[in-house]
């Protein structure tokens, strides 16, 4: 941690203070003798860090420090790194292919694809109203479900037709529409699967044939083919649901589902950019 500065010719009293105030905040003073063999990867990944905190720069860059750890060993780094960048004053610049990291760390995220930017934003703007297609895909895990849809205006208002069901769009969301002067077309419909429900009633729903249930723990993702072929996955927290409807999500069963309005995300099949962004 000491070597930069000892090659500025930095006082050894100096080259103390910073090094121990370094291992301070990394919580590593008790490391600091160690050779490098004989410490764990995420102490050494604290290491590194310390390198970087002792010169005392303005900006930190970072290129995908956490990918060659464990998940477990990533996801208390992940932390440490929040709880650093709240004990010194400084812009983090972190590149990362993690969407996790970039929603968990960033105050600010850009979003790039082939080296053009698609979107910059907060995490929650990116999340909830993506710039494009490529957007709402990337953020979110599983990642938004795209199905094709009619966009149909009526009156000052505007309905999506998706799988048989008709979807009327808030005040909110017909304004923008109406604003950029969209007409009857065919859109991308898209929804993420956290905002689905599963429907046991005679509401208006999509039906669909259950491929495959995976059991998460706290919830299940149910891969549910539709009549054109495509496929969408629902998150649904297990609370919601009986023991005997839970028995019932088995290979090839039928289920119906829905979503509600605000949810709901369009996009021009042919640009690939949001209508309502």
Known sequence: MAFSLRLRKMNNEEVHRRVCQAAEILGITEYLARKPKNLSGGQRQRVAIGRAIVREPQVFL????????????????????????????????????????????????????????????????????????FVAGFIGSPQMNFMKAKL????????????????????????????????????????RPEHTMLCFGGEESIEGTLRVNEMMGSELHLHVDLDDGSTVILRIPTLELTEQ???????????R????EKVVQLFDPKTEESLLF
Do not use: C, W
């Open 245 to 255: 409807q839970r028995a019932n999500l088995v290979y090839g069963s039928k289920l």
């Open 152 to 191: 149909v205006r009526e009156g000052k208002g505007y309905t999506a037709q998706v799988h048989g069901i008709r979807v009327p769009l808030g005040e909110e969301k017909s304004a923008k529409l109406a604003d950029k002067g969209v007409k009857d077309m065919d859109v991308i419909l898209g929804v």
């Open 257 to 260: 589902f829905t979503f509600p």
């Open 62 to 133: 970072m290129d995908e420090p956490l990918s060659n750890l464990d998940a477990k060993l990533r996801n208390q780094m992940r932390a440490e790194i929040i709880l650093l960048r709240k004990r010194i004053d400084t812009t983090f610049i972190y590149v990362t292919h993690d969407q996790t990291e970039a929603m968990t760390l960033g105050d600010r995220i850009v979003i790039m694809k082939d080296g053009y930017i698609q979107q910059v934003g907060t995490p929650q703007q990116v999340f909830e109203t993506p710039k494009n297609l």
